[in-house]
């Protein structure tokens, strides 16, 4: 749960620096066609979700 919870802030801390800082290549680009929004705790959690489908096809 605890691995959970850094994942989720880490994500949040991405989303937030993707979308305010750098807004262009380094993080948003490849994933932009899916996450347009700007609020930093939705992105982290479709970057969530995103991730997690990709695990569940990989198992």
Known sequence: MNCFCQFRFLMIIL???GNVKIKNRLIM???K?????????????RYYMHI?????KAV
């Open 15 to 17: 989303g937030y620096i």
């Open 29 to 31: 680009s490849p994933m």
């Open 33 to 45: 066609t899916h996450f347009t929004t700007g609020d930093p705790s939705v992105l982290a959690d």
């Open 52 to 56: 997690t489908k990709i695990v569940q």
